[in-house]
């Protein structure tokens, strides 16, 4: 029961062009295109990678290596936006797009650059704990069409957060039940 949550959570995670962690990676999309996507906390934590939620507030580095030679021709922007919406990881594009002042929620713009390189890298400094949605966006090379992957992400939180709920619960029907049996039978 556990793997068909997951798989519908990595499901709906691509389907909304987000992060989703791969074997020996994290990738993120972006309409058609793709991106490895790392996070690190060198202040806190080293060489620590991660994808999405990060332990500690402070300074954090945010890296993608491109995929597609296309991604390397348009100018990709990164915002970082608190979540005003409150709807935690279950945000999208339409949330975002629903906010009333997404300036006055922004924490962390970089604008529209284009990075021959491939290596598209920025540093910001996360004073409070909480959750955010990372958001980039890339024009399509030839057509008038921009794609934007959100993700998000929680910040020094507890990460005891939905799923984890929902694990427990499932966990504890059978001992419930079982209980509850027990204590009918012996009754």
């Given at each position: ?31 058609f295109y793709t991106a ?69 929620q922004t924490v962390f ?46 910040v020094a939180g507890t ?29």
């Open positions: 029961m556990m793997g068909l949550i997951l798989a519908c959570t990595s499901l709906l995670a691509s389907a909304a062009g987000g992060v989703v962690g791969e074997p020996g990676s994290c990738m993120i999309k972006i309409g490895h996507f790392t996070i690190y906390q060198p202040e806190n934590s080293a060489n620590d990678e991660y994808c999405e939620d990060l332990p500690y507030a402070g300074q954090t580095l945010f890296v993608m290596d491109y995929l597609h030679d296309s991604l390397r021709e348009v100018p990709v922007d990164f915002r970082i936006v608190r979540d005003a919406s409150e709807r935690g990881q279950f945000t999208r594009w339409s949330d975002v797009q629903a906010l009333p002042d997404l300036e006055a713009y970089q604008a529209p650059e284009a990075r021959a390189d491939g290596r598209f890298s920025v540093e910001h400094r996360f004073a409070e704990a909480g959750w955010y949605i990372g958001v980039v966006s890339a024009p399509h090379p030839t057509q008038d069409t921009v794609y934007h992957a959100v993700f998000p992400f929680q990460f005891f957060d939905f799923w984890t709920v929902v694990g427990i619960l499932l966990l504890s029907v059978p001992v419930i039940a079982y209980g509850r049996h027990r204590w009918t039978t012996h009754a």
